[in-house]
């Protein structure tokens, strides 16, 4: 899925950008917003559903990924995740855990 840096690592925001290009592809469901940047290394994913904002946000500083889901109607966040993943592995458990909570959540056909 991904593919190592100069170093020979795979980083956090690399391994859930390749994640979320590869779920992309198979859902068709695109990002309001993508944006990675250099300084701090990050990358942020904006979605829109027909119930919820959602905010995906990954940092190689400690491995962060956090996922918050905004309910547009009450304006509550509904799913919240936030913290350090101990490797590529918890990211992607991370990410699939989400997408299959918003599937059992949301009206529209996500996945």
Known sequence: ?????????????????????????????????????ENPSQLNACYETPRYLIDITAWDHASCLDIIALNKATQKEDYVIVGQCADTACLTQRLECFWQWLTSHDEAKVI
């Open 1 to 37: 899925m991904t593919s190592p840096n100069a170093s020979g690592t795979v980083t956090p925001t690399d391994h859930v950008a390749a994640w979320l290009s590869d779920h992309q592809q198979r859902t068709g469901v695109v990002p309001a917003r993508f944006q990675k940047s």
